[in-house]
T-cell receptor, first 117, second 116 residues
Framework: AQKITQTQPGMFVQEKEAVTLDCTYD???????LFWYKQPSSGEMIFLIY??????QNATEGRYSLNFQKARKSANLVISASQLGDSAMYFC??????????????FGSGTQLTVLP | GAVVSQHPSRVICKSGTSVKIECRSL??????MFWYRQFPKQSLMLMAT?????????EQGVEKDKFLINHASLTLSTLTVTSAHPEDSSFYIC????????????FGEGSWLTVV
C-alpha cells in the first residue's frame, strides 16, 4: 500500500488566491513526521514545513500552513496569496519513527502547481 | 541554517565510464545521509542509506556493485556510478538530517547525470 498519497497530479491557481494541496498517509507508527518540499524545475528540494505526529497545533511558516487531521491521516498544504514563483512540483513526505531518528523519508508522487497571472 | 552541498550539479559521461557524485554537510555532522534517484516527472526513490564508518544499506532492487556509496567522514558521502549506461541517466539527490532536534531533512542541490 502507498504510504504517501497525493491525488492531484496537477493544480492551477490564480495569483494571489489560496490553494490546498492534498496529502494522505498511512502508517502504524505512533511517532512520525510529515514534511512538504517544493521542487522547482532546477531540481533542488526546498523544505517548506514540518508537522510532528504529536504536535497539537497545525504548523505554519509564512504563507504555508499544514492542515493536519490526524484521525483522517491527512496533511494538506495550504499556500495563501499564491505568487508566480510558487509554480513548482510539491512533494509530501513522511518519516516514520521518533523525531531525530535517522529514518529515511518516503515521498508522495507530487503535485505540479501552476500559478496563473 | 544547515546546508547540504552536492557536486557536480551536472555531469555528462561516456557509456562504460564511472562517475562520482559528492554530498557534503557544510556546517554540521551527518552520520547518516540518504541517496535518492528521480526520473523526470516522477517522485524521489530512495536508493540507499549511507552510514558513516560502515557499509551502506541498499534498497531492494538497487545494485550495490553498480552504485558504490562511501561515507568516509562525518561530512562527506559519495555515490559512484560504475560502468555507467544510458539507462543510468537520471537526477540523483542526497539528503541529511539537520543538527539539533533534527526535524528537518536537508537536501543537496542534486546532480543531473547524462550517460552518452
Amino acid at each position: 500500500a502507498q504510504k504517501i498519497t497525493q491525488t492531484q497530479p496537477g493544480m492551477f491557481v490564480q495569483e494571489k488566491e489560496a490553494v490546498t494541496l492534498d496529502c494522505t498517509y498511512d502508517t502504524s507508527d505512533q511517532s512520525y513526521g510529515l514534511f512538504w518540499y517544493k521542487q522547482p524545475s532546477s531540481g533542488e528540494m526546498i523544505f517548506l514545513i514540518y508537522q510532528g505526529s504529536y504536535d497539537e497545533q497545525n504548523a505554519t511558516e509564512g504563507r504555508y500552513s499544514l492542515n493536519f487531521q490526524k484521525a483522517r491521516k491527512s496533511a494538506n498544504l495550504v499556500i495563501s496569496a499564491s505568487q508566480l514563483g510558487d509554480s513548482a512540483m510539491y512533494f509530501c513526505a513522511m518519516r516514520e519513527g521518533l523525531s531525530g531518528s535517522a529514518r529515511q523519508l518516503t515521498f508522495g508522487s507530487g503535485t505540479q502547481l501552476t500559478v496563473l497571472p | 541554517g544547515a546546508v547540504v552541498s552536492q557536486h557536480p550539479s551536472r555531469v555528462i559521461c561516456k557509456s562504460g565510464t564511472s562517475v562520482k557524485i559528492e554530498c557534503r554537510s557544510l556546517d554540521f555532522q551527518a552520520t547518516t545521509m540518504f541517496w535518492y534517484r528521480q526520473f523526470p516527472k516522477q517522485s524521489l526513490m530512495l536508493m540507499a542509506t549511507s552510514n558513516e564508518g560502515s557499509k551502506a544499506t541498499y534498497e531492494q532492487g538497487v545494485e550495490k556493485d553498480k552504485f558504490l556509496i562511501n561515507h568516509a567522514s562525518l561530512t562527506l558521502s559519495t555515490l559512484t556510478v560504475t560502468s555507467a549506461h544510458p539507462e543510468d541517466s537520471s537526477f540523483y539527490i542526497c539528503s541529511a538530517r539537520g543538527p539539533g532536534q533534527g526535524n528537518t531533512i536537508y537536501f543537496g542541490e542534486g546532480s543531473w547525470l547524462t550517460v552518452v
